[in-house]
């Protein structure tokens, strides 16, 4: 698992560190330029000769740059450090002279910068506040435009929110970034998490304390979280899935759902909707019509003015208020939404989605300002409704009880595609109901299973057919052979 770091529990974690005479800056750079040695190796076959440049801030950000360009200035390579402010860390700059290196102002080296092999962006890490300005800013809008070499950056790309992921001002897009001590939550979180590129953390032995700010699984968590059965599990000991989604002018939705749910591996689906013969045609499994379940599925393919099925869903409803099942409310369903629920309860919104919910809550916000804002605006429709909430888009993000955040990137961009929404939402109704009791138990466990649930459909989506597009009925087809695969490596 990634765990994520504010700025503020990063300094405090420094401070014993670096008063204890740690020296921590010294690690950082040394990690650094090892790792942009070896991507110039990768790339040119040596470090000698290589160009770089690298942007040098104000702060403790461009003495790191300053440092590693040091050690790679003493490799061979011939570095070029940009100043955009009269201020530089003075043992930084130091360091880099006497290794052979060269400090020039920002518009005299941009044009080197834009070709040489690797750019550093020191300009500003943790310390960043507001967005870049003046001349950091116009050299970053400058190479913006375009470098013919790989962009690493120091800590943080400069200039993002560093504990919110805003982008409040020009941002140089990394290739890499090489963070230090902690990954911090800015670069997990959209919009900035899309200018962070390959991340890695250097460990600096930090003792973090408090709890992490935001968490990404890996392979092994949703391993560890899966519902394999056991040897004597029969199908109603595995779960049963209540799925209300489709109709006539729907069916798609309700086929995606039911097959998704099926193929991850439920013990049984139940169908309640207009196309149960189309469904079944489908997916022979599928059993139609009610009967006793752990979880629901509510709403893909499902319009609010669709009677018969909003009289199923405000019914089921009803269970899982007084039973405590587990539900997954997504499209049409959200606006059948109880006033209140419990976290049990999992919203699979995208952006537009969740404007809307929200507005009909008192908020006003629209679809921009929530791809702009997405945390906050998940965290307001959890702290509105009590439900768990899975913001969809390029980026996943959940917020369940307890504070608990998630951040998922593992989906292609192929998976913008109509339909990959259902898949989502019976993959992750197979998970609640396989782990209902669990759920019952500690309703906080939702929003783990819905951060496992879009990194396997992410992982399925890239199974399906790696690097190129994919139809929604693929993703689902991959989901046995991608969970196979991640319970297999755990
Ligand atoms: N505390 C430490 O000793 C360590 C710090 N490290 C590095 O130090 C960085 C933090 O250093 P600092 O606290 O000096 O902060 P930064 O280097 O991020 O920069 C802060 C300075 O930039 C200026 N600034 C802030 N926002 C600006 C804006 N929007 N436009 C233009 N200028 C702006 C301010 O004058 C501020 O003093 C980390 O990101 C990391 O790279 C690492 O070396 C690890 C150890
Ligand atoms: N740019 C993107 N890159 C990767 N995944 C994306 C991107 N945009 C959307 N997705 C994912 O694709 C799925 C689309 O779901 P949704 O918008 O509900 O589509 P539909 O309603 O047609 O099924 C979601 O899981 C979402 O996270
Ligand atoms: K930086």
Redesign the pocket.
């Known amino acids: 698992m990634l765990l994520s770091w504010t700025s503020s529990q990063v300094?405090a974690a420094?401070e014993p560190l670096?008063a204890a005479g740690v020296p921590?800056?010294d690690r950082?750079?040394f990690a650094l330029a090892t790792q942009v040695a070896a991507l110039l190796r990768e790339r040119l076959g040596r470090v000698g000769g290589a160009h770089v440049a690298i942007l040098v801030?104000?702060?403790?950000?461009?003495?790191?740059a300053l440092f590693a360009g040091a050690h790679l200035a003493r490799r061979g390579a011939a570095v070029r450090a940009l100043t955009v402010?009269e201020?530089v860390h003075g043992a930084g700059a130091a360091a880099l002279r006497a290794a052979g290196g060269r400090l020039v102002a920002a518009d005299e080296g941009a044009a080197w910068a834009a070709d040489a092999d690797v750019v550093l962006d020191?300009l500003?890490?943790?310390?960043?506040?507001?967005?870049?300005?003046?001349v950091?800013?116009d050299l970053v809008e400058r190479l913006s435009v375009g470098v013919r070499g790989l962009v690493v950056a120091?800590?943080?790309p400069s200039?993002i929110g560093v504990d919110d992921g805003a982008l409040p001002?020009p941002v140089l897009a990394a290739d890499r970034t090489v963070t230090?001590?902690a990954a911090k939550p800015g670069l997990l979180l959209p919009p900035a998490s899309a200018t962070v590129g390959q991340l890695s953390v250097v460990d600096?032995g930090l003792d973090l304390a408090g709890a992490p700010a935001i968490a990404r699984l890996d392979d092994a968590d949703v391993a560890g979280l899966w519902p394999v059965p056991p040897a004597d599990a029969h199908k109603y000991t595995r779960g049963v899935l209540g799925v209300v989604a489709g109709a006539r002018r729907y069916p798609g939705a309700a086929v995606l759902s039911t097959t998704a749910a099926v193929l991850a591996g439920v013990g049984m689906v139940r169908y309640l909707g207009d196309v149960g013969d189309l469904v079944v045609a489908r997916r022979p499994e599928v059993v139609i019509g009610v009967g006793r379940v752990q979880a629901w599925v509510f709403g893909p393919g499902v319009s609010p003015d669709d009677a018969s099925q909003r009289r199923r869903i405000e019914h089921a409803f009803e269970g899982v208020r007084e039973r405590g099942e587990a539900a997954v409310c997504d499209a049409g369903a959200l606006e059948l939404l109880p006033a209140h629920v419990g976290p049990h309860v999992v919203l699979t919104p995208h952006a537009g989605e969740l404007a809307r919910l929200l507005t009909t809550r008192g908020e006003h916000v629209d679809r921009a300002g929530v791809e702009a804002e997405p945390l906050r605006w998940a965290r307001r429709a959890h702290e509105l409704t009590g439900a768990t909430v899975l913001l969809k888009g390029p980026v996943t993000l959940v917020v369940g009880a307890q504070s608990a955040v998630y951040s998922q990137a593992e989906a292609p961009s192929w998976l913008a595609t109509a339909g990959a929404g259902d898949v989502l939402a019976g993959l992750l109704g197979a998970l609640l109901a396989g782990r209902a009791d669990d759920i019952h138990e500690d309703p906080s466990l939702a929003a783990a299973l819905a951060a496992a649930a879009a990194l396997v459909h992410g992982r399925a989506a890239h199974r399906a057919n790696p690097g190129g597009p994919v139809a929604a009925r693929a993703v689902a087809v991959a989901l046995p052979e991608t969970i196979a695969a991640l319970l297999a490596d755990a």
Do not use: W, Y
């Open positions: 300094r420094e670096l921590l800056m950082a750079a801030g104000p702060g403790n950000n461009g003495g790191d402010d201020r020191g500003l890490g943790i310390g960043a506040t507001g967005g870049l300005r003046g950091a800013a120091v800590d943080t200039g001002g230090f001590g600096l």
